[in-house]
């Protein structure tokens, strides 16, 4: 009986790309690892499965709709949906043998059964930092969090993005002084705001029964524009003495402050009302990164300040800070709009050592261990076949260099490194070439 031949394929919602974006993929990772790091941020790495009864602790909600969830035995398990809600188990189960405030970053793959849809991923990196406190946090870290966006998304190469601000204590306040009962779904509303627009917007407050002349005071107060200046005057001007609104304010005007300090130019940090982060357990400051040439991307980097991270695992006070870059997404949106300059090849080789024959194989090698022990990347190349099919090997793999070693090559140590991208060749010793290489 025949073997059945099975499609080669994957799941709808997952990624994986060929060598060159797979580089590039790489690239950004390992830009936004070494920014957290020059902050100070440690690593942590926590189980992609986790205990459906500790993932889903809080309860209800979408979460529990997206989430993978599957028996083994008697265990009953989830994929992690996110880096938060593991994070929150981590810091509350290891709380003794760390040091607070705990400054955290953690990389890697999340799942979510999200509907799909292009653009949309249901497993997906995140970049995740963290701040946590022990019973308090200074608000200053608040301000800390943007200077780290500013210096990573400069370093990917952006000039133009705006990281957007703004306080939940504010909007809190501002509709306690409308006398608005369900704020959630108010916050959830105006978050929308980019996406269906100010029309939208209104249409769903209708939709909720809120007063139109309630409606048009959260429209005009959400669709406020001006410096950062200017914003938080209007802000204080209205004059709404309600405890919440000033607490918010008061630590808003003091994160816009520090985010100067730490050097963030003001064309990319600005206050925007309609900023609300539809998660509910923000509680404090909240951003979104928008790539302003590109804002049909959405945010592509977002977070805020929350007053209790592990409620639901210790007694004790965790608040905390963070922003997390959903590096999938950014990089999916950013290859869709061209924004990402293409891969010369799809290899990390900088030099391909081509022995001419069998006896140059042994000195090809020692010559490809000198190479790599000076911090280049290098490769033999070991088949068989006419020397312009190994050329044409180099070719499409994009390697910039290729040295050939015959017997001549072995008597004389004189090599000839042969640039692949002008076709222009230079000769010299194996030390000569490694410093031109290099």
Request: glycine share 8%; with cysteine; proline share 3%.
């Amino acid at each position: 009986m025949e073997n059945k031949m099975v499609v080669p394929s994957i799941l709808p919602g997952f990624m994986e790309l060929l060598p060159g974006d797979q580089i590039a993929f790489n690239g950004m990772m390992d830009i936004i690892r070494k920014n957290y790091e020059k902050y100070g941020f440690v690593p942590i790495d926590t189980p992609v499965i986790e205990k459906s009864e500790v993932l889903l602790a809080k309860g209800g909600g979408e979460t529990e709709k997206q989430i993978y969830r599957f028996n083994k035995g008697d265990s009953d398990l989830s994929l992690r949906f996110d880096l938060t809600v593991p994070l929150a188990r981590y810091v509350a189960e290891h709380m003794g043998q760390l040091t607070f405030p705990f400054r955290r970053y953690q990389i890697g793959k999340v799942y979510r059964g999200e509907r799909n849809q292009k653009g949309r991923f249901r497993e997906f990196y995140q970049c995740d930092i963290d701040i946590i406190g022990k019973g308090k946090l200074n608000i200053i870290n608040d301000a800390e969090i943007p200077s780290i966006i500013y210096s990573t998304f400069k370093e990917l190469g952006f000039d133009s993005f705006t990281i957007r601000i703004n306080n939940r204590k504010v909007l809190n306040g501002f509709f306690d002084s409308l006398n608005i009962t369900d704020k959630a779904e108010i916050l959830r509303t105006i978050d929308k705001i980019d996406k269906i627009g100010v029309e939208g917007v209104k249409e769903d407050l209708e939709n909720l029964n809120i007063d139109k002349l309630i409606s048009e005071k959260i429209l005009e107060f959400v669709s406020v524009k001006g410096t950062n200046e200017e914003i938080l005057s209007y802000l204080y001007n209205l004059k709404i003495e309600n405890v919440e609104f000033m607490d918010g304010l008061e630590e808003l005007s003091k994160v816009v402050f520090y985010i100067a300090q730490f050097g963030v130019p003001e064309k990319n940090f600005l206050i925007d009302l309609k900023i609300a982060r539809g998660l509910d357990y923000y509680t404090g400051t909240i951003y979104e990164t928008i790539l302003n040439d590109y804002p049909s991307i959405g945010s592509v980097c977002s977070g805020g300040r929350y007053d209790n991270l592990a409620e639901y695992y210790t007694k004790n006070k965790l608040p905390g800070v963070g922003i997390s870059i959903g590096l999938t997404r950014l990089f999916y949106q950013l290859r869709e709009a061209n924004m990402l300059k293409a891969s010369k090849g799809s290899t990390l080789s900088k030099v391909l050592v081509i022995p001419m024959d069998d006896s140059s194989i042994a000195y090809s090698i020692n010559v490809c261990k000198d190479l790599k022990d000076k911090g280049i990347i290098c490769q033999v190349y070991f088949e068989e076949g006419k020397l312009k099919k190994k050329l044409s090997y180099a070719n499409m793999l994009g390697v910039p260099y290729v040295i050939l070693i015959g017997s001549q090559e072995m008597e004389s140590k004189i090599l000839a490194l042969k640039n692949m991208f002008d076709g222009t060749s230079e000769t010299g010793t194996i030390e000569e070439l490694i410093e031109k290489v290099k």
